[in-house]
């Protein structure tokens, strides 16, 4: 069984022009992560990327079709049941999304707090975490004191705190320099073979495709037109 698993998904909006046609985002797509995988979703600007990310992490409902994680069908489920989805699911962005007037310790330490853990286990896993990611030192500094690998480090230990299955990664290199972006590509590879967290990247960058995936769907106009090993859907025979 999958861990994600996405069947006939189609994801329409209405048209900012009264009476225009819905636009479609998301277009019959249907494609199988399983647990243990890094996989990559490659696609221009536009191609639906970041609507796939907001299905998967039950943020939206789908238009048709079914979303389901871990055995689950997650659409149709009440909000408080996909409170629970999202625990087990930890994002990371482009733009970081930390806390500004929160230090690097409570940054981390947010997600725990909503989700009501004791002070004393948020302390151990804080610190656990701000190890794993080499940033121990930096538990007292702000977000704007640190360089944009480090906040992405930052945003890397946030993202785990809750202990997820599955690490939603949109985009999250596209700010970074090209040595900086090995850096956290690195890391996330820790993050799966060490934990055994099933990564998705999503990406317009090929390289980082090549740098850290092992399968591809590439997506086009809402679209999946290609998806397989890495390997196979890159090479030109
Ligand atoms: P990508 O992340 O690959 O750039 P998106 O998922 O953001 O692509 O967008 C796919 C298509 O869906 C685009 O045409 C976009 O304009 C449209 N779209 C995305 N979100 C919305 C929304 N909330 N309302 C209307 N149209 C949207
Ligand atoms: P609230 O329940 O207080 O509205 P949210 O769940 O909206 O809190 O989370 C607020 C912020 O915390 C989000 O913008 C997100 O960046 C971060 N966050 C919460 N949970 C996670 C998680 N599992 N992984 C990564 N970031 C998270």
Do not use: C
Not at 168 to 176: G, I, Q, V, Y
Request: aromatic share 6%; glycine share 8%; no cysteine.
């Amino acid at each position: 069984m999958s861990l994600v698993s996405l069947r006939n998904v189609t994801k329409t909006y209405p048209s900012p022009d009264k009476g225009g046609e819905r636009i479609v985002a998301i277009d019959d797509v249907s494609l199988d992560i399983e647990a243990g995988d890094v996989y990559g979703i490659i696609g221009y600007s536009g191609a639906g990327k970041s609507t796939l990310v907001r299905l998967i992490n039950a943020l939206e409902p789908v238009s048709d079709g079914s979303v389901i994680i871990d055995g689950e069908e997650i659409s149709g489920r009440p909000e408080r049941e996909l409170r629970s989805v999202r625990l087990g699911i930890g994002m990371i962005f482009q733009q970081f999304n930390l806390f500004n007037a929160k230090n690097v310790w409570n940054n981390v330490a947010y997600p725990l707090r909503v989700a009501g853990w004791p002070k004393e286990r948020i302390a151990a896993r804080v610190d656990e975490l701000l190890d794993f990611v080499g940033l121990r030192e930096k538990a007292r500094s702000y977000p704007d004191q640190l360089s944009g690998g480090q906040k992405q480090r930052v945003g890397v230990a946030r993202a785990l705190a809750t202990e997820p299955r599955i690490l939603l990664a949109d985009e999250a290199t596209s700010a970074l320099d090209p040595e900086t972006t090995q850096e956290v590509l690195a890391l996330l590879k820790r993050v799966n073979t060490e934990f055994g967290v099933t990564i998705v990247v999503i990406t317009h960058e090929m390289d980082v495709i090549q740098s850290i995936a092992t399968k591809v769907a590439v997506m086009d106009g809402g679209r999946v037109i290609e998806k397989g090993d890495v390997f196979d859907v890159f090479s030109n025979p």
